[in-house]
């Protein structure tokens, strides 16, 4: 970019949020503020349940656990300071916490994805393997498939993070959203953005395009083995035949 001073580097952004339409603020903060006690809530209760609950030492429940403690780590890492630009007229945000805004929406954005792809896994073995299913998904199984999720989770958010906070930033700091979103960070970056837009392209394709696939074709082979089973009639009837 000509013409920039280099020299002066940003060191805190601002975002706008919603301060184009003050009037709205308070009715914003006062729905997202009960919508995250609520997550807060149910959340914490399926967490503990699963936990102290011997009957839900299962590997459906113990991944359902680890989506309902991301969901907590998620909406907390950005919530809060939605709720704090409401009501403060200073809508500002530290380099290093915009950093950590953005490592934590990729790691947890990455880690659901996996996760619910290893639901959907979980519930496919389950239904179309009933019988090797205590093999397939035995403790040494879906433990480490839990812990491969939010370790793919916080690869994928280090390497998009610190690519992107490598530039230097300077002139507008100015952030049109109410946190970091990425795009929106490196369109204020004082460099070519071509290989991070690459490198979340791919990122997208791995950790969003493929988990939804692999839960697509899961569950069309679920649907098709439960079409396959014989209705109490059709059972009935060959009992009859049989019979007779």
């Given at each position: ?33 009960v919508?995250?006690l609520?997550?807060l ?19 459906m429940?113990?991944?359902?656990g680890?989506l309902?403690f ?6 907390s ?7 704090d630009?409401?009501l403060?007229?200073q ?11 953005m490592?934590?929406?990729f ?8 996760l ?12 179309c ?5 205590p ?9 480490p ?8 989770g916080?690869?994928n958010s ?49 950790f969003?395009v493929m ?10 082979f ?9 209705s109490?009639k059709?059972?009935?009837?060959l ?6």
């Amino acid at each position: 970019m000509e013409g920039v001073n280099h020299t002066t580097y940003v060191t805190r952004f601002v975002l706008l949020g919603l301060s184009a339409h003050p009037k709205l603020e308070k009715s914003f903060f006062v729905l997202i503020l009960v919508m995250y006690l609520v997550i807060l809530l149910g959340n914490g209760i399926l967490i503990i349940v699963t936990i102290y609950d011997t009957h839900l030492h299962t590997p459906m429940y113990f991944l359902l656990g680890n989506l309902s403690f991301l969901d907590v780590c998620y909406t907390s890492s950005s919530v809060p300071v939605i709720l704090d630009s409401f009501l403060t007229p200073q809508k500002t945000i530290s380099f290093s916490g915009c950093t950590m805004q953005m490592f934590l929406s990729f790691a947890m954005g990455a880690t659901e994805c996996v996760l619910l792809s290893m639901m959907a896994f979980d519930c496919y073995v389950a239904i179309c393997n009933p019988l090797r299913y205590p093999i397939i998904m035995s403790k040494a199984a879906y433990v480490p498939m839990a812990m491969g999720s939010w370790i793919a989770g916080a690869v994928n958010s280090v390497v998009q993070t610190s690519l992107a906070m490598q530039f230097p930033f300077c002139g507008d700091n100015v952030i049109n959203h109410f946190t970091c979103e990425i795009l929106a960070v490196l369109k204020l970056a004082c460099a070519d953005i071509i290989i991070n837009v690459i490198n979340m392209v791919v990122a997208n394709m791995i950790f969003l395009v493929m988990p939804v696939l692999f839960i697509f074709v899961s569950y069309v082979f679920i649907i098709s083995t439960i079409l396959r089973i014989p209705s109490a009639k059709q059972n009935a009837k060959l009992s009859r035949q049989v019979l007779q």
